[in-house]
């Protein structure tokens, strides 16, 4: 009884981590009864309708719970994702449909033969309520495993008590709830959700005692795992911003997760933890954990890194902050990988392997992706692989700013383009438009033109980060809008009345940013502004000047950013030189505070105006005046419909 009751309480500790989708099951049985109950007059086709509806809606709401419950028994999953849900739905709607139209048929032929019985549909569905969940764990689990066939051994005499205490509660819970004569309609509910809620349990009593008989299932659990691991960023709106689009939409995806799935022996089962808040549970001993950050959420990655090592496993950081700053990450880390993950992440499985982690791991210089890396994409779905679509790596400009010089280096890494088109015919029918990851699509004009003529062919539409040089190159940018372009998102570092115009390079091209814009914009092509403040030479007037720049222009969307001297770039270690960081509070490295002093500028007085005003004319002005004409008229329609 003692291990019985042990099993229970994981199982109800399980549940409880999903309350709010026994709820959401609870409030969709709930409208529809009261569908049911309302009277529709002579509109009964209105009832139809709504009950069709919600017919529909608890088939996708069941069949996703039931398929998350059988993934968390057996360990596929330790949270809940909205991609994983959409496929349980999937994979379970026709078993539920069948079993539930099963029951309902044995129902209609006793109310047939015995119309004075008694039982009512609630009560019948009750005391089938074993059978039910035995047959779908039975199905799902089968899909997922291959089970061997039922045996004694499956009905041990712990997994009878466990199944009948669960039961027999929910039969007096029913029991209760038919006879309850308070007229208190609050109570009825609440029997009613600890009725619904004995129903999962049960499930997953069932679903457990499935796998734990499944040889297969046993397998998979004994294999050894990764945990692939990207923190939340700082701030308050932004992380909860991207959990959702993360969760929903597959936003946000590491693509350094795919390089690691790629190059990691198939032995190994790898979970992953993107766009995630984290909780206590998610700790685990005995797992390697391979944590990629950034500066602004590199202390969450020393946080989270600490948990593990507490609980015994071995941590290893990578990424562009640690890549820099190594001897830090390793205060809270076994390892730390210096550079990019080819050509290290072999070493580092090899060493774990044989239990002699090194400190530091290096990237080889600037190697190409293997094979597997594009193997590995062609195999994600099209969710992830649509968001993984990058042609080069490196970039042509040498910014003062910017880590990705430093990162990747002068050489720009070109995929084959064949590589390239696979990818987009996989996701172009599902997909509207492709979005390139790169940092700068037009690296190398040549590989352009010989990408995009074949982009040309497939009759997509796309969007990429771009330099805006490529507005001087009349061919390009021609060819740019033949293979479907709609949107580039261009840098525009400083003003054309920028001082920092004389360092050359990128910035000489200031002084024509206007021009070159409107090149772009006459060719249908919609331009995104990214703009930084904050530069040596900068003060108000500059000010005055980058907002005049960002009016004037007619980009579809504008935003600023405050010059950042990210670890590992040229201005960082200049400004450190100069003793100008005013600290080293990594998440306030976030390219919305100053973090450098400035010796024009009233830092604390531009932090609060620079946001205020950049989101007043984040969108054109014309956009503004549309959505202002939509509330309007909406106003004097409501406003106008008499009493």
């Given amino acids: 009884m003692k291990q019985v009751l042990k099993n229970l309480r994981s199982q109800v500790k399980l549940l409880n981590s999903l309350y709010y989708l026994v709820f959401l099951t609870f409030l969709m049985d709930l409208s529809i009864v009261g ?14 309708i709504f009950l069709s509806i919600l017919a529909i809606m608890k088939i996708f709401v069941y069949g996703g719970f039931y398929g998350s419950l059988v993934d968390f028994c057996s360990g596929q999953e330790i949270f809940l994702t909205f991609r994983r849900f959409k496929q349980n739905v999937k994979d379970v709607w026709g078993s539920y449909i069948i079993l539930s139209v099963f029951i309902w048929i044995l129902y209609l032929i006793l109310i047939t033969n015995i119309p004075n019985c008694g039982i009512t549909i609630l009560s019948f569905f009750s005391y089938l309520d074993i059978v039910f969940c035995l047959c779908l764990a ?36 029913v029991h209760v709830l038919e006879s309850s004569n308070m007229g208190l309609a609050i109570i009825d509910k609440m029997i009613a959700l600890m009725a619904q809620y004995f129903h999962f349990l049960l499930f997953i009593n069932i679903s457990t005692q499935f796998i734990k ?43 350094v997760f795919l390089i690691i799935s790629a190059l990691t022996p198939k032995k190994y089962k790898i979970k992953e933890f993107y766009n995630r808040f984290w909780r206590d549970e998610y700790y685990q001993g005995n797992k390697l954990v391979v944590i990629t950050c950034y500066t602004v959420n590199a202390y969450e990655a020393y946080s989270i890194a600490k948990g593990f090592k507490e609980k015994g496993s071995k941590v290893v950081i990578g990424g562009v902050h640690v890549s820099f700053l190594p001897d830090e990450a390793l205060e809270f880390c076994d390892s730390v990988i210096i550079g990019e993950a080819v050509g290290a992440w072999e070493e580092v499985i090899h060493d774990y392997e044989k239990g002699d982690l090194k400190k530091k791991y290096y990237g080889l210089d600037y190697l190409d992706y293997p094979d597997s890396v594009q193997k590995e994409l062609m195999r994600k779905n099209e969710e992830i692989s649509s968001k993984l679509i990058e042609t080069s790596r490196g970039c042509k400009f040498d910014c003062e700013f910017c880590t990705n010089f430093m990162m990747c280096g002068t050489q720009i890494r070109k995929k084959p383009v064949k590589d390239i088109l696979s990818i987009i015919k996989k996701v172009r029918h599902k997909y509207k438009y492709i979005c390139f990851l790169d940092a700068n699509i037009f690296n190398d004009p040549n590989y352009f033109f010989e990408l995009f003529e074949s982009v040309k ?49 990128k910035f000489s091209l200031a002084n024509k940013y ?14 995104t502004a990214f703009l930084i403040f904050g530069h040596d030479s900068d003060n108000f007037k500059s000010f005055i000047d980058l907002v005049r720049f960002a009016l004037v222009n007619p980009f579809l969307t504008r935003s600023v950013c405050i010059l950042t001297p990210y670890p590992g770039t040229r201005l960082y270690y200049r400004k450190l030189a100069e003793n100008k960081l005013r600290n ?18 009233n830092e604390p007085l531009y932090e609060v105006i620079i ?33």
């Avoid at 005003?613 to 008499?642: D, E």
């Fill in 35 to 48: 569908v049911l109950n309302i009277n529709f007059l002579n509109a009964n086709y209105i009832k139809v």
């Fill in 138 to 173: 039975y199905l799902m689990i089968g899909k997922q495993y291959p089970l061997t066939r039922i045996n004694r051994r499956f009905f041990d005499l712990e997994f009878l008590c466990s199944i009948f205490l669960l039961y027999l509660a929910k039969i007096v819970l």
């Fill in 213 to 255: 008989h499944c040889p297969c299932a046993i397998e998979d659990r004994q294999r050894p795992e990764i945990y692939l691991v990207s923190p939340v960023v700082s701030g308050v709106l932004e992380p909860i911003i991207n959990n959702i689009l993360g969760s929903l939409l597959g936003f946000f995806y590491p693509p």
């Fill in 457 to 505: 062919k497939l009759n997509v539409k796309w969007m990429a980060s771009c330099t805006i040089d490529i507005a001087a190159n009349e061919k390009a940018l021609a060819l740019a809008k033949e293979s479907g372009c709609k949107m580039l998102r261009f840098g525009y570092e400083i003003t054309d009345r920028s001082e920092e115009m004389k360092q050359g390079g």
């Fill in 514 to 527: 206007s021009a070159l814009t409107k090149k772009v914009r006459e060719k249908g092509i919609a331009v």
């Fill in 584 to 601: 080293l509070n990594w998440m306030e490295y976030n390219a919305s505070r100053f973090v450098i002093k400035h010796d024009q500028l």
């Fill in 611 to 643: 946001p205020l005003i950049f989101n007043l004319i984040f969108f054109r002005p014309l956009t503004y005046a549309f959505l202002f004409a939509v509330f309007y008229a909406l106003g004097v329609v409501i406003f106008s419909i008499p009493k």
